[in-house]
Antibody, heavy 119, light 111 residues
Framework: QVQLVESGGGVVQPGRSLRLSCAAS????????MHWVRQAPGKGLDWVAV????????YYAESVKGRFTISRDNSKNTLFLQMNSLTAEDTAVYFC????????????WGQGSLVTVSS | DVVMTQSPLSLPVTLGQPASISCRSS???????????LNWFQQRPGQSPRRLIY???NRDSGVPDRFSGSGSGTDFTLKISRVEAEDVGVYYC????????FGQGTKVEIK
């Protein structure tokens, strides 16, 4: 069965960096685009970034462009999100989600990883 | 960017009664291939989102048939024919035509 497991979250000071990982299993990871979506405490869902199946295309929400970098290692079935220059507004649960090219939606989600930016 | 606007934001419903959520986009969601990439997600308390509906009206595997989606262009609706206790949560529309944008969410609770 499809599984997505995020890790790497925690408490970080403003201005510092953090790297999230998403370990995928149960499907052919190299055949799917992957996304990061975040949810601030008590708030709604906010799309963050996408990476094409082969890493050839990446796109970011304006709120994170220039600070966050999405990447993947298809040999290790793992998705990453490098987050730099973090601010309190980046505090959220970060979900990885599998992209479904036929529906341009997200058909599987991880359980999320909490990132708290605080001094 | 495409803005997705849901209403209502809070929806108290009686068990066994129908419920309806509206979602409007700031631009047409018809893609160049003729498809309309409008999805609906359910997020139960403490859980990750789960997709219910894709391409306006197609139910995902395992989704009860009391959930239905409809609409076109810029106006879309999610309907629950008879609300059950397990339907409590927040429902989000999301467009995938112009990259990806979520609505604000509609909280469904039992009266």
């Amino acid at each position: 069965q499809v599984q997505l497991v995020e890790s790497g979250g925690g408490v970080v000071q403003p201005g510092r960096s953090l790297r999230l990982s998403c370990a995928a299993s149960g499907f052919s990871f190299s055949g799917y685009g992957m996304h990061w979506v975040r949810q601030a405490p008590g708030k709604g869902l906010d799309w963050v970034a996408v990476i094409w199946f082969d890493g050839s295309y990446k796109y970011y929400a304006e709120s994170v462009k220039g600070r966050f970098t999405i990447s993947r290692d298809n040999s290790k079935n793992t998705l990453f999100l490098q987050m730099n220059s973090l601010t309190a507004e980046d505090t959220a649960v970060y979900f990885c989600a599998r992209g479904d090219s036929h529906t341009r939606g997200f058909d599987y989600w991880g359980q999320g990883s909490l990132v708290t930016v605080s001094s | 960017d495409v803005v997705m606007t849901q209403s209502p934001l809070s929806l108290p419903v009686t068990l066994g009664q129908p419920a309806s959520i509206s979602c409007r986009s700031s631009q047409s969601l018809v893609y160049s291939d003729g498809n309309t990439y409008l999805n609906w997600f359910q997020q139960r308390p403490g859980q990750s989102p789960r997709r219910l509906i894709y391409k306006v009206s197609n139910r995902d595997s395992g989704v009860p048939d009391r959930f239905s989606g409809s609409g076109s262009g810029t106006d879309f609706t999610l309907k629950i024919s008879r609300v059950e206790a397990e339907d409590v949560g927040v429902y989000y529309c999301m467009q995938g035509t112009h990259r990806w944008t979520f609505g604000q969410g509609t909280k469904v609770e039992i009266k």
